[in-house]
């Protein structure tokens, strides 16, 4: 069995990691990050509701550049035919790296937005790409054609995102330290 990943098959699963981070499927939470670049820092406060209901707006979706997936990509596939990394550590590297990608895309949409007096971000999750905007349509239709943003979805779409990515983030309820196993 060949271990090496074929460039289809990392294209998949690059397509499959795509997928999974805009749906909120992803597992790295680049927010809570304590070294992250502070450069790369989203302001929006993740995962809080927004101030508007999602009906009344739209859900933007950024994505990374092509050309810099295709790179990324194509690193990785080298990393993988030198024997550096097994097909599982590029799947992982290649979605962490998608995921800060990501990030960094939404923050500098952030940047763009918040100079603009028509458009508002009511609420956002950055290591996702997803925003809920509000305002004319002509404008949110303008972020579209001037490629602002890669989609534009209903407004319902940011809250099933939210409600997904609150659900991935419930804390997990620790033992008692105090409890002695011994007793019964």
Do not use: H, K
């Not at 992803?26 to 927004?50: K, N, R």
């Not at 949409?109 to 609420?123: H, M, N, P």
């Not at 989609?151 to 991935?168: D, I, K, N, S, T």
């Amino acid at each position: 069995m060949d271990t090496n990943p074929s460039r289809r098959r990392l294209l998949q699963l690059g397509g499959v990691g795509a997928t999974a981070s805009l749906a909120g499927c992803s597992q790295f939470d680049i927010s809570d990050d304590e070294s992250a670049d502070p450069e790369t820092e989203s302001e929006l406060e993740v995962g809080e509701e927004p101030d508007i209901d999602p009906e009344d707006g739209f859900t933007a979706l950024v994505q990374p550049d092509q050309d810099e997936l295709q790179a990324l990509e194509m690193e990785i596939m080298e990393a993988v035919e030198a024997g550096e990394l097994s097909q599982m550590e590029a799947q992982e590297e290649f979605q962490q790296r998608q995921a800060e990608l990501t990030a960094e895309r939404a923050v500098a949409f952030e940047d763009d937005v918040a100079g603009d007096d028509d458009l508002s971000i009511e609420a956002g999750i950055a290591d996702i790409g997803a925003f809920l905007l509000d305002g004319p349509d002509e404008r949110l239709l303008d972020t579209l054609r001037d490629s602002e943003v890669n989609g534009l979805v209903p407004g319902e779409e940011y809250a099933q995102m939210l409600e997904q990515q609150q659900a991935e983030t419930v804390p997990v309820p620790e033992e008692d330290p105090d409890a002695d196993p011994d007793d019964d």
